[in-house]
């Protein structure tokens, strides 16, 4: 069985903020099916942050894109033909899989969708890689205790949302910094955080230490650049910060020279580590089973950016770093058929 398809070719490693020119849409056809592959229809395709740095040519802790080849990402599709015993004519299934229409996969690359996560969308947010980033990262490495303050930074994204939650769920105060009234509101009066930062109104810093008179005892960092100089002079003795992402610094063509925090984590026996979400692979249904059951009992809560079209896919990535989302930025590609 071969389909039309239309792929995303990367066409130049960027130099700085990629363009709608970095990315080809590209129609082909799809390839038969060999013994133990699956054809998977893109129902929603995933644009994330950390792709940028899969697009400059450099090996880091995933393997770069390569040139006029599909740009791949996290995708929830549904299965519409299969060579593979262990998948189904319309089965939901996720992977990491092409910015394309269908994309034929291994069997061995997929994992199915749980009948009951509704939508199917939640796979690739809260209850998928963002949402097992937050949990691993503020859980293991910032293991927060009743009554601390924690700073989100990148607060109201896919990642943001769910740190912020979790810390409310383990007793913390928790402060998010976000950029616009919009994000302001929904972390305050939907999410519940104590605090939330708008840091293109006002002095940051001013804002920062009147939200945080006691300190910061868990510094979420999901940007880095200026604001993450900022809260670092607030943190406390034995402060703990946690280097989820740095998306001030990814289109930079030459680091910024800023604030060295060194001396900060000297004096105040402070630690900083960062972390993959991949690091905690063995442990992915921990996290999965313990979010869905939040979820379940209403603890928490998530809302998803939804770009319509997969020649808007371009878009949707580049206002990742333009702040266009709240929660999940994501692409629907199709409709889920027959359910």
């Not at 400059?56 to 593979?84: C, H, M, N, W």
């Not at 509704?118 to 809260?126: E, F, R």
């Not at 610094?249 to 030459?254: H, Q, R, S």
């Not at 371009?314 to 770093?321: D, M, N, Y």
Request: aromatic content about 8%; hydrophobic content about 40%; charged content about 25%.
């Amino acid at each position: 069985m071969t389909k039309i398809n239309r792929q995303y070719f990367l066409t130049e490693f960027p130099k700085g903020m990629p363009t709608e020119e970095t990315f080809r849409l590209v129609e082909t056809t799809t390839p038969e099916l060999e013994e133990g592959q699956v054809l998977v229809r893109t129902v929603y395709l995933s644009v994330d942050p950390y792709m940028r740095g899969r697009m400059s040519g450099v090996k880091t802790y995933i393997d770069p894109f390569t040139l006029d080849r599909p740009l791949t990402g996290g995708v929830v599709g549904q299965v519409e033909a299969s060579k593979d015993a262990n998948f189904e004519v319309g089965e939901i299934v996720a992977g990491l899989l092409d910015w394309a229409d269908y994309t034929v996969a291994s069997g061995k690359h997929l994992k199915k969708v749980p009948a009951f996560l509704k939508p199917v969308s939640a796979a690739l947010g809260v209850a998928g890689m963002p949402g097992c980033t937050a949990y691993f990262g503020l859980l293991d490495i910032g293991q927060p205790k009743e009554g601390e303050t924690v700073v989100v930074s990148g607060a109201a994204g896919a990642v943001g949302t769910v740190v912020g939650q979790i810390a409310k769920i383990k007793g913390c105060r928790v402060v998010g910094i976000a950029g616009g009234p919009d994000k302001v509101a929904y972390l305050r009066d939907e999410l519940g955080f104590d605090e939330v930062i708008d840091y293109k109104a006002g002095d940051l810093r001013e804002a920062l230490q009147a939200a945080c008179p006691n300190g910061v005892d868990i510094y979420f960092d999901n940007v880095g650049g200026t604001i993450s100089d900022e809260v670092m002079r607030l943190i406390n003795f034995h402060a703990r910060i946690i280097l989820c992402g740095q998306i001030a610094d990814y289109n930079l063509e030459k680091p910024e020279q800023g604030p060295r925090h060194f001396g900060q984590l000297l004096v105040k026996s402070a630690m900083a580590k960062g972390f993959i979400v991949s690091n905690y692979n063995d442990r992915m249904l921990e996290g999965i089973t313990q979010i869905g059951q939040w979820l379940g009992e209403g603890k928490l809560k998530f809302r998803e950016t939804i770009t319509e079209g997969l020649e808007n896919t371009p878009q949707a990535f580049l206002g990742l770093f333009r702040g266009e989302n709240t929660g999940k930025m994501l692409v629907k590609v199709s409709d889920v058929q027959g359910q």
